[in-house]
């Protein structure tokens, strides 16, 4: 609950309307966070405590996973064998003979009825197997680069909630926030596709009946929310690449940023098969702690996006301390694999301390396996990107992608990935 504490109880009624209203309430002031006890990730669910990878791995990891699945965002289902690819453009001539490119359309259902969605992939020409970014994003992939080969397919109209054919295409609208000619030529393959696409992410709930989600009985209380559905689809992408012989199966990068964030960490939490992770921006229910009071909070998400959520996920409103887990656990379940966490230091809202708190809870586990986290005691000077295997930068500006954070990414997987080519 936020900390707001009041003398008289005609002010009580006061903070009750303010409570109700959680915007208003924000904390954005670090003498105010309160206190609070972090559950340990080292202990088991017995009390029993965790002292090697194997204990980790055969008993605390399911533990903490059933946890998050349970309470956070939900069970999904197995993947079944239903979805299907058809990699219908292939292009051994992008980008000036530099690349290949690929479009491919996923289908969730295999029927008529999909859901579909599109991948882009471009791998760096004259390389066998590249390592591979793949991206989750905000919209259709001809915003992501300036080329007239990329088809452009309806959208879902946020405000309709129909689909339809963008009115306006700026081709390489975005471009600025991704650095695709830079990762080819450093030798990495990159691939796109929009989380619309996997689930529409409607208000209220709306793109249920639309996205991955029409496939699959209604949910129970325990059951997937749209970010489940964004990070199984982006397990459904990996399907695929790991299919693609020019991209390294196992050396597969994935990446989000800010809600795409946090569903990365799940995506990563769930699927081992990701080589690494880099969660931008990924904020409250992402890296940043729950039970620290700054910027956004439990409140927040369950009050204006209970969708994305388990329906468990209402019982903490309120109620931060009861929550079974925290970030740190969350991140630890990445654990031993290599993780970027990139924050901003105006993304109050997000609370880039909390994540950098969140990584150091989290260390002992990479400490399980002989990796390097956060052993930093001080939050690190702006633009200076720690690059351990639990990896940390806050960039100079705001809730963003910026194109220095990709010369970090790419430094992080040269750190870990490229030696080995
Ligand atoms: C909102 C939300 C955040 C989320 C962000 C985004 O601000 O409160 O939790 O990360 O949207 O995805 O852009």
Redesign the pocket.
Known sequence: MKSIFFKSSGLVFFAMLLIGSSALATNYDEAKVGHYTLPDPLICNDRSPVTNAETWLAKRRPEILELYRENIFGHSPDPGTNTTFNVWEISTNARGGSATRKQIEINFSGTPAGPFAHLLLYTPAGKNTAPTFLCLQFSGNYTVIDDPAIAIFPVWNSKSGALAMPKKTVRGEFARNWKIAETLARGYGIAFIDYNEIEPDLSHGAGLKFGVHKNFPPPAADGWGAISAWAWGASRALDYLQSDKEVDAQRVILFG??????TVLWAGAQDPRFAAIIAN??????ASLSRRDYG?TVD??AK??PYWMAGNFQKFAGHWNDLPVDAHFLISLIAPRPLFLNTGSEDR??DPHGEFLAARAATPVYGLFGKAGISETNFPPLDHALQHDLGFNCHTGK?DVLPTDWDNFLDFADAHFQQKN
């Open positions: 940023h800010s809600r795409l964030g946090k921006c990924s904020g409250e229910m992402g956004e927040d998400v204006h996006f809202w997000g809730h």
